[in-house]
């Protein structure tokens, strides 16, 4: 990795892991019974992502797990539940969310939406893209 690269990545900073799941309430409730997560923020109905989400956390410093419902459908994470749901996608908070998209998109990314304004994270701009990996990454803006 160039030194350029390496000051560049520094900027991602690790946000949340995205997990599908059909019903909120019940997923929120087996995390918190199994590893006492609790909900830290939500539930958010987001019609522009056409989902509902709600954000778990065990305390500062812990990860984060949003979790993320059909809110309708059809639904972007409908083919992810059909597939039995589960963790599907990390999110990255970025300083400059347009010079991200362009720097995943230089780095064999493509870009499948956004940016658009996200109501769980009070309108900041979100982006979805896949990597040459096939994984799936949220980047938020700052």
């Given at each position: 990795?160039?030194?350029?690269?390496?000051?560049?990545?520094?900027?991602?900073?690790?946000?949340?892991?995205?997990?599908?799941?059909?019903?909120?309430?019940?997923?929120?409730?087996?995390?918190?019974?199994?590893?006492?997560?609790?909900?830290?923020?939500?539930?958010?109905?987001?019609?522009?992502?056409?989902?509902?989400?709600?954000?778990?956390?065990?305390?500062?410093?812990?990860?984060?797990i949003e979790l993320v419902a059909p809110l309708?459908?059809?639904?972007?994470?409908?083919?992810?539940?059909?597939?039995?749901?589960?963790?599907?996608?990390?999110?990255?908070?970025?300083?400059?969310?347009?010079?991200?998209?362009?720097?995943?998109?230089?780095?064999?990314?493509?870009?499948?939406?956004?940016?658009?304004?996200?109501?769980?994270?009070?309108?900041?701009?979100?982006?979805?893209?896949?990597?040459?990996?096939?994984?799936?990454?949220?980047?938020?803006?700052?």
């Amino acid at each position: 990795m160039s030194a350029a690269m390496g000051l560049f990545m520094d900027k991602f900073a690790f946000h949340h892991i995205g997990v599908a799941v059909r019903d909120l309430q019940t997923a929120a409730q087996i995390l918190t019974n199994l590893f006492d997560y609790r909900v830290s923020a939500g539930p958010f109905d987001d019609p522009i992502q056409k989902v509902s989400v709600c954000f778990l956390s065990r305390g500062q410093g812990d990860t984060v797990i949003e979790l993320v419902a059909p809110l309708g459908s059809p639904s972007p994470i409908d083919r992810t539940l059909e597939k039995g749901g589960g963790a599907y996608h990390v999110c990255y908070q970025v300083p400059d969310i347009r010079a991200a998209i362009d720097y995943l998109i230089n780095q064999g990314a493509f870009l499948l939406s956004g940016p658009v304004p996200a109501v769980a994270f009070e309108k900041r701009e979100i982006a979805w893209l896949m990597t040459g990996a096939k994984l799936l990454v949220e980047l938020l803006q700052a």
